[in-house]
T-cell receptor
């Protein structure tokens, strides 16, 4: 297994456009998480899935954000009508169930909204 | 709700010197604690974790951390720093999701 993969690595978009990011987790991991990280800050939780079920969404996840994990495999995060404040690194992670398991993170997608 | 605080925003250390990064946690029960490292433009790599047993845990890259319940701390240490240790370090606590501190940036000078 090659770990958690995220695509694309970088995305530059104009304000108002829609963007979609993809995350492929480690195959045997049933949990998948999305985090957002801005410069100089720690990652902030956005949402997580257990298999295909989305179990929690942060208040940070406005109505313009939507995440899916069809069939409990890869996940997509879509941002509609992007704003400059959406510029950040979007990190995906996966884990097995259980608090003692650390997450395996992907390399992230760097979004710049111009 | 669980949380962690990293009091030091930036630390500069000389190559070969020792390093200690502070982390304080707030959690009602037995915490599951982690340290991650992030190089510029990269994702996060797990250094070590603690959830029970020996309060001194060993991790990768020569790092260790000590859990002190009385001080609500989980400080990260390395006896001798290498230039490649320059990175950002995050402490995190896991309830059912990881919550991260703001991070400490480590600069290594020659």
């Amino acid at each position: 297994d090659t770990g958690v993969s995220q695509d694309p690595r970088h995305k530059i978009t104009k304000r108002g456009q829609n963007v979609t990011f993809r995350c492929d987790p480690i195959s045997e991991h049933n949990r998948l998480y999305w985090y957002r990280q801005t410069l100089g800050q720690g990652p902030e939780f956005l949402t997580y899935f257990q298999n295909e079920a989305q179990l929690e969404k942060s208040r940070l996840l406005s109505d313009r954000f939507s995440a899916e994990r069809p069939k409990g495999s890869f996940s997509t995060l879509e941002i509609q009508r992007t704003e400059q404040g959406d510029s950040a690194m979007y990190l995906c992670a996966s884990s097995l169930e259980g608090r003692g398991d650390g997450y395996t993170f992907g390399s992230g997608t760097r979004l710049t909204v111009v | 709700a669980q949380s962690v605080t990293q009091p030091d925003i930036h630390i500069t250390v000389s190559e070969g010197a020792s390093l200690e990064l502070r982390c304080n946690y707030s959690y009602g029960a037995t915490p599951y604690l982690f340290w991650y490292v992030q190089s510029p433009g990269q994702g996060l790599q797990l250094l070590l974790k603690y959830f029970s047993g020996d309060t001194l845990v060993q991790g990768i890259k020569g790092f260790e951390a000590e859990f002190k319940r009385s001080q609500s701390s989980f400080n990260l240490r390395k006896p001798s720093v290498h230039w490649s240790d320059a990175a950002e370090y995050f402490c995190a606590v896991n309830d059912y999701k990881l919550s991260f501190g703001a991070g400490t940036t480590v600069t290594v000078r020659a």
